[in-house]
T-cell receptor
Framework: DAKTTQPTSMDCAEGRAANLPCNHS???????VYWYRQIHSQGPQYIIH???NNETNEMASLIITEDRKSSTLILPHATLRDTAVYYCIVRVAYNNNDMRFGAGTRLTVKP | DTEVTQTPKHLVMGMTNKKSLKCEQHMGHRAMYWYKQKAKKPPELMFVYSYEKLSINESVPSRFSPECPNSSLLNLHLHALQPEDSALYLC??????????????FGPGTRLTVL
């Protein structure tokens, strides 16, 4: 699976959009980008995934660059409850069960 | 029911004890996972069961022994652990479809302390 690089930490003001970047410059054509988050003392939670098109769900939006070498997770109106570690993970198709977490980005939403 | 439950929430054990961690899901998922997470580190994959068969074992020491009695249950048997095995143990499940990798649903974890 392609390796990902994320900033170690980021801050965001409550009510503003949080934009979390992820670099995956060695991604292959059959690899998906997944985002999970882990709120303190809880299990990780799935947020969103995409292959090459931008995706949106009730939690977030995922913007993938045209060359697929990077992506951005957008939380449109961050709240204090969005404070968590956010993991960007690249996963290969047909290899369902192998998911490896990188170091992630610690997002702190401030009042 | 979209929940993965894990018991116990906390466990303290000595190095000579034998204990088990339990994980359960009723979502009809056919893949189940054990992860280990040390403080301030990301989760690390330990074992994967697919259709009740062990499909991934990440070279985990034999003092950790997984068991999948049926598609809803996953156990992790612990024996002769070391203090460095103290960690949060996370269980997850997924549908096990192809080709798009599955969303994994995680339990809250068992916090294990080995004295």
């Amino acid at each position: 699976d392609a390796k990902t690089t994320q900033p170690t930490s980021m801050d965001c003001a409550e009510g503003r959009a949080a934009n979390l970047p992820c670099n995956h410059s060695t991604i292959s054509g059959n690899e998906y980008v997944y985002w999970y988050r882990q709120i303190h003392s809880q299990g990780p939670q799935y947020i969103i995934h995409g292959l090459k098109n931008n995706e949106t769900n009730e939690m977030a939006s995922l913007i993938i660059t045209e060359d697929r070498k990077s992506s951005t997770l957008i939380l449109p109106h961050a709240t204090l409850r969005d404070t968590a570690v956010y993991y960007c993970i690249v996963r290969v198709a047909y290899n369902n069960n192998d998911m490896r977490f990188g170091a992630g980005t610690r997002l702190t939403v401030k009042p | 029911d979209t929940e993965v439950t894990q018991t116990p929430k906390h466990l303290v054990m000595g190095m000579t004890n034998k204990k088990s961690l339990k994980c359960e899901q009723h979502m009809g998922h056919r893949a189940m996972y054990w992860y280990k997470q040390k403080a301030k580190k990301p989760p690390e994959l330990m074992f994967v069961y697919s259709y009740e068969k062990l499909s991934i074992n990440e070279s985990v020491p034999s003092r950790f022994s997984p068991e999948c009695p049926n598609s809803s249950l996953l156990n992790l048997h612990l024996h002769a652990l070391q203090p460095e095995d103290s960690a949060l143990y996370l269980c997850a499940s997924s549908q096990d479809r192809t080709p798009i990798p599955d969303e994994q649903f995680f339990g809250p974890g068992t916090r294990l302390t080995v004295l």
